[in-house]
């Protein structure tokens, strides 16, 4: 971790500007789309309102993993952080419904209730009195198991351990499929599969190559199991003390941050892919979806006979369902 104590910038005559640096953490790489996304954040608030803000990305967990960058942008040591929804579940329980498995019927359905920014305003709202606001949100895929050894069925994850995000609805999910859920940040997962801690881990393609887990492990399963996204999480007192018009570009700056990631990240999940097979070894392995949605068909309803707070998101994301009716198997 490095410190993040830089103040004013020093200009070229010895004085002093009075800019203001915004700090955004995040932990992929520079290769990322969300990379990528955040660069078009940072020009575009600099080309705006340079004279007044500097935007300096910290990428790769510089800052610490995603719990630790988000208790920095509660108190304010930095201003924004990316990390996904999972992690916002302690600060607002109605996240935990991207947690379910086989939430959303189909991509477009996900898309469509991501993009629905009216009815998605009020859920990132909802860190408000925790000092945190989310302003937008980026695609990371599918998630989707990998491991040292094949996963064909459902019940080849019994005994596993399988790494989750740290909270409590992924850790429910894990182990609904019969898996040991292991929680622990997204940094420490490479280590702790070469090192045999765990078994393995699930995630989207990107991780396999970005992060280098397809070093390790060697057998993806297309599980498809959630459609979970990143979210970018502002420091709700920066955000409330800008001005109407500052506001407003911050906003078109999120904004134009995730129309870049998605585009970024349909071309950079293919080349992972790619990438994983032929250059990394790894085996992607289709399996029968039907024994995976099986196993765990009655989380949904317990998890929404448990908390009241996901019912209303859950019942508008079934009419995205609905409209955007998957390839039902
Ligand atoms: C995805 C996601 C990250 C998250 C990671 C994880 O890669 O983009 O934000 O940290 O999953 O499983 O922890």
């Given at each position: 971790m490095i410190s993040v104590l830089a103040a004013g910038c020093g200009s070229s005559d010895g004085s002093t500007t009075k800019k203001r640096i915004i700090r955004v953490a995040l932990s992929q790489s520079e290769e990322h789309p969300e990379y990528k996304g955040l660069v078009k954040f940072k020009d575009y608030i600099?080309?705006?309102?340079?004279?007044?803000?500097?935007?300096?990305?910290?990428?790769?967990?510089?800052?610490?993993?995603?719990?630790?960058?988000?208790?920095?942008?509660?108190?304010?040591?930095?201003?924004?952080?990316?990390?996904?929804?999972?992690?916002?579940?302690?600060?607002?329980?109605?996240?935990?419904?991207?947690?379910?498995?086989?939430?959303?019927?189909?991509?477009?359905?996900?898309?469509?209730?991501?993009?629905?920014t009216d009815y998605m305003d009020n859920v990132y709202a909802s860190t408000e009195d925790t000092g945190l606001q989310v302003v937008t949100w980026y695609n990371v895929g599918t998630r989707n198991f990998y491991a040292k050894k094949p996963i064909n069925t459902p019940d080849?994850?019994?005994?596993?351990?399988?790494?989750?995000?740290?909270?409590p609805a992924s850790i429910k999910m894990a182990n609904a499929f019969g898996a040991a859920a292991s929680p622990m940040s997204f940094g420490e997962v490479y280590t702790a599969i070469q090192q045999g801690v765990i078994d393995g881990a699930e995630n989207n393609e990107l991780a396999l190559t970005d992060n280098k887990h397809g070093e390790v492990a060697k057998y993806f399963t297309y599980s498809k199991h959630q459609m979970i996204p990143d979210v970018l999480i502002a420091n709700y007192k920066f955000l409330n003390g800008l001005s109407d018009e500052e506001r407003?570009?911050?906003?078109?700056?999120?904004?134009?941050?995730?129309?870049?990631?998605l585009k970024e990240w349909e071309k950079d999940v293919e080349t992972a892919k790619k990438t994983a097979e032929e250059d990394m070894g790894v085996t992607f392995i289709e399996p029968d979806l039907n024994a995976f949605k099986d196993k765990v068909k009655d989380v949904q309803q317990e998890m929404l006979d448990a908390n009241p707070n996901i019912r209303d998101l859950y019942a508008h994301i079934q009419e995205y369902n609905k409209k955007y009716a998957g390839e039902e198997k």
């Open positions: 600099e080309s705006e309102l340079g004279d007044k803000y500097e935007v300096q990305l910290f990428p790769n967990e510089l800052l610490g993993g995603q719990t630790k960058a988000i208790e920095l942008t509660q108190t304010g040591a930095i201003d924004f952080t990316v990390a996904g929804t999972p992690n916002l579940e302690i600060f607002a329980d109605v996240y935990e419904v991207f947690s379910m498995p086989y939430l959303f019927t189909s991509e477009e359905a996900y898309f469509a209730a991501m993009n629905d080849d994850l019994k005994g596993m351990k399988i790494r989750v995000q740290q909270s407003t570009v911050f906003e078109k700056a999120a904004q134009l941050s995730t129309d870049t990631e």
